[in-house]
């Protein structure tokens, strides 16, 4: 069992900055990496950034790049999310998830199965970020 527990989230204003930070516990963490993914009032969870296991790969949704960062690697040690220039449309709980290295990618990143849901077998309660002036 691996227990994720995200935290950072809170208000800021359109322009502002967020680090988002998850902390992964349990057994076996360096047999998982771990991303992240938001929900939006009124729609599904999306996929937002992903990180591979060895930390050398990263992958951002087309509506984060150039502003949110994903920093960190195997769940043994804390994942972040560094997001700057916030839109209210960036609004959501945001959520961390951990998925099996072989699936998610060691070094280079299984594009297919990082921004699948169904990859993957944990999930943190979520942290609300909101974005409004």
């Known amino acids: 069992q691996v227990q994720l527990v995200e935290s950072g989230g809170g208000l800021v204003q359109p322009g502002g900055s967020l680090s988002l930070s998850c902390v992964a516990s349990?057994?076996?963490?360096?047999?998982?990496?771990v991303n992240w993914f938001r929900q939006a009032p009124g729609k599904e969870r999306e996929f937002v950034a992903a990180v591979s296991w060895g930390g050398a790969s990263t992958y951002y949704t087309d509506s984060v790049k150039g502003r949110f960062t994903i920093s960190g690697d195997n769940a043994e040690n804390p994942v972040y999310l560094q997001m700057n220039s916030l839109k209210p449309e960036d609004t959501a709980t945001y959520y961390c998830a951990a998925i099996q290295r072989d699936k998610g990618g060691l070094y280079y990143l299984n594009l297919q199965s990082i921004r699948s849901e169904s990859e993957y077998d944990y999930w943190g309660q979520g942290t609300q970020v909101t974005v409004s002036s």
């Open positions: 349990g057994r076996a963490l360096r047999d998982y990496s």
